[in-house]
């Protein structure tokens, strides 16, 4: 069974940074691409950055284009996400996921359990 565990979720003011780990309980999984959703109460999940495992390509929701950084790390078998210039409205539910490409396009099959994040105004 994969385990995505989730850490580095907090409260911070508005303008600061957080990282965000996720670390993959096992090597032996199928997998193309990790990422990073958020949700926030009455509102669908939204995916923040996604990242190809093998080929490092990263691609953000427009709302976090500069201040995010999605990355990964072979070595650890992790997800990172740095958050700069954080905003009130970047407080949310934070998830990883692993993925699997499937007639075009990307299909989670595996979640982590979640971490807050609240940035104060």
């Known amino acids: 069974q994969v385990q995505l565990i989730e850490s580095g979720g907090g409260l911070v003011q508005a303008g600061g940074s957080l990282r965000l780990a996720c670390a993959a309980s096992?090597?032996?999984?199928?997998?193309?691409?990790m990422a990073w959703f958020r949700q926030t109460p009455g509102k669908d999940r939204e995916s923040v950055a996604v990242?190809?495992?093998?080929?490092?390509?990263?691609t953000y929701t427009d709302s976090v284009k500069g201040r995010f950084t999605i990355s990964r790390d072979f070595a650890k078998n992790a997800v990172y996400l740095q958050m700069n210039s954080l905003k009130p409205e970047d407080t949310a539910v934070y998830y990883c996921?692993?993925?699997?490409?499937?007639?075009?396009?990307?299909?989670?099959?595996?979640w982590g359990q979640g971490t807050q994040v609240t940035i104060s105004s």
């Open positions: 996921a692993a993925g699997t490409y499937y007639s075009g396009s990307l299909h989670y099959a595996y």
């Open positions: 096992t090597r032996t999984f199928n997998r193309d691409a």
């Open positions: 990242i190809t495992w093998s080929g490092g390509m990263a």
